[in-house]
């Protein structure tokens, strides 16, 4: 489970100090999917950051998996959080085939039977075998993604942060990798934290909707809460009535062919 | 007939043609220059008769079509003709003059990469640090000094006042004759035949305008890295990276500056090309007897020869570091196969 205890986190220094999160506090249970919601320099992917260990926090606590984690991270702290990038063209090494960036992790954290490892992170995402020896450029928007979901995996991680996974794709790719990321939950019992400015989004992966403007999270509340317009803060609603046509039935009515993108 | 030997034909052709174009447009204005390369060998008061004569030897009886057929022949069978203002065969000119340049050109260069991308690379990582602004603060001072100011206060300083280094020229002339040039390149030349008094005093000349040159391709270098450096760091494989565990410089390493490298060389060759081309103004300075000043006496002159083979090589150098360029875009990154 992730606990951010009135977590801020701020750049620079004297003048130039500027505060992108103040006082967070969000507890996010075992096996549970929350987002995080808000407009574009609301905080939200700062937060992301800050619990991969990206970017230092200057005051509270974040507990992973019940281990307080400081600024520094271990190997281990390290691997038990990954991230799935918004960009799934800029978040591949260009050169690298699929192969090679599936073995990067494995290298890294000197782990054993990195055939096998690979092998069944493409298969977890539905890719093949003909997928493993291609570049980034020889696949398309939905596959690529793919890879970067696998290479989160191929870890083992008990936290996966997302940050934005799906903005960059066709709306019809958006709903595989989505039901993708379900599924994948349910399988591997994963904690996920998810962060995106479209509500459909995340209410099709999340029970917990967290909102967030300028570096504050306002309210915390369910994802039927938010469809149904109960909320609490005049900003969520504002931020309702510019998500308009949101409609949370119309994106999770069915389990839609994951087979391929 | 396999792809890749219609790409290396065409590339050929375009090679071909290029130069020709090159040829043709340098003969045709050089010809139309207000300069009589006939008074430029008889002198003014040389009577019609002489005059005449060298007029005919000179070819320039003929149409200009005839000329440059004729020129191009000549070409194609390795003869540029002879350069007027020296009255030697300018093939034999430029085997003693373009040595005298590589051996400059790549001592500034490889002070322009030995100084430049580390630094370029130090500034992108850390954006924003009083290392960064210094490292800034440099390349702004080399892209902005004029080359031959810079070299005449290092003269000034370095040669007159300190007595650090020697002076204008390639080498003292007592030393001349003390080992025989196989390359052309002094440096080269000297250390293979043992002789490091006379490497070190070779050293000594060049290491002046050397610097001085590499501290300009230093400027330019060094910022297209930072520049190129920044743009990946920006990118979120690198954060990946990052989350997966791999240390900053590990990152830097393997992952931005491998996936800057097909720019980083394309930003090289052509530094090099444009200091091969003739750093005209240094070379003046360092009374080095160089490409540049070649080319440069031979346009003062008129002398259409030798700046026609002079083209001609600014030409090949450039084509060729644009295809050396292209192999190893290649080479490096899969997206361009």
Redesign the interface.
């Given at each position: 489970m992730i606990i951010l205890d009135n977590v801020t986190i701020a750049y620079g220094q004297g003048h130039r100090r500027l505060v992108a999160a103040r006082d967070v506090t969000l507890a996010v249970p075992e096996g549970a999917a929350v987002g995080l919601v808000g407009e574009s320099g609301s905080g939200k992917s700062t937060v992301l950051r800050a619990i991969a260990g990206l970017i230092p926090y200057s005051d509270g606590h974040i507990t992973l998996a019940g281990k307080s984690v400081g600024k520094r991270r271990t190997t281990a702290e390290k691997r038990m959080v990954q991230m799935v990038f918004q960009d799934p063209y800029g978040s591949l090494h260009p050169n690298q085939t699929v192969d090679q960036i599936l073995a990067m992790p494995i290298a890294i954290h000197r782990l054993d039977k990195g055939e096998a490892r690979i092998a069944k992170a493409l298969s977890e995402v539905g890719l093949g075998r003909e997928h493993r020896y291609r570049y980034p450029h020889q696949l398309s928007g939905g596959q690529r993604q793919r890879v970067a979901i696998a290479r989160a995996l191929i870890l083992e991680p008990s936290i996966l942060l997302l940050d934005e996974p799906t903005s960059a794709l066709d709306v019809s790719v958006q709903a595989e990798i989505l039901n993708l990321l379900a599924r994948l939950r349910r399988e591997h019992g994963l904690t996920m934290l998810m962060v995106s400015h479209d509500l459909a989004v995340i209410a099709h992966l999340c029970d917990t909707i967290g909102v967030m403007s300028r570096g504050l999270l306002l309210e915390t509340t369910t994802a039927d809460a938010m469809a149904s317009g109960e909320v609490v803060h005049e900003y969520t609603r504002q931020l309702l009535r510019s998500n308009a046509g949101f409609d949370r039935s119309s994106v999770s009515a069915g389990d839609l062919d994951i087979s391929a993108a | 007939m396999p792809s890749w030997i219609a790409g290396v034909a065409k590339g050929a052709a375009s090679i071909v043609v290029t130069l020709l174009g090159l040829l043709a447009i340098t003969f045709f204005m050089g010809r139309m220059l207000p300069i009589d390369p006939v008074i430029s060998i008889v002198g003014e008061q040389a009577d019609k008769a002489t005059y005449d004569m060298v007029y005919h030897r000179l070819g320039l009886d003929k149409t200009l079509l005839t000329q440059f057929l004729l020129y191009m022949r000549d070409m194609l069978s390795g003869e540029f003709g002879e350069a007027l203002f020296t009255g030697n065969k300018v093939s034999v000119d430029l085997a003693r003059v373009f040595p005298a340049t590589i051996e400059l050109a790549s001592f500034a260069i490889a002070i322009g990469i030995g100084v430049g991308v580390p630094l370029g690379i130090l500034a992108a990582v850390y954006r924003g640090t009083a290392l960064d602004h210094i490292a800034r603060f440099v390349g702004l001072l080399g892209y902005s000094s004029p080359t031959f100011w810079l070299g005449l206060m290092g003269l000034i300083v370095f040669y007159a006042a300190l007595g650090l280094v020697a002076g204008p020229g390639r080498i003292d002339v007592a030393y001349i004759d003390m080992f025989e040039p196989q390359t052309g390149l002094l440096l080269l030349d000297a250390a293979m035949q043992g002789e490091w008094e006379v490497f070190g005093n070779v050293f000594r000349h060049i290491v002046l305008p050397g610097s001085i040159l590499g501290y300009a391709s230093m400027a330019y270098i060094s910022r297209m890295t930072r520049s190129f450096m920044l743009e990946q760091l920006g990118?979120?494989?690198i954060?990946?990276?990052?989350?997966?565990?791999?240390s900053r410089w590990r990152v830097v390493r393997r992952?931005a500056l491998?996936?800057i490298l097909v720019q980083l060389v394309t930003v090289i060759a052509l530094a090099y090309a444009f200091l091969l081309e003739g750093a005209v103004l240094t070379e003046t300075v360092f009374a080095w007897p160089g490409f540049g000043r070649y080319l440069t006496s031979g346009l003062l002159a008129g002398d259409m020869n030798a700046v026609l083979a002079c083209v001609l090589i600014i030409g090949l150098i450039f084509v060729g570091l644009n295809l050396l360029a292209d192999l190893l875009y290649r080479l490096?990154?899969?997206?361009t196969r």
């Open positions: - | 990118q979120e494989y954060i990946a990276a990052r989350v997966k565990g791999m992952h491998r996936n490096l990154d899969p997206r």
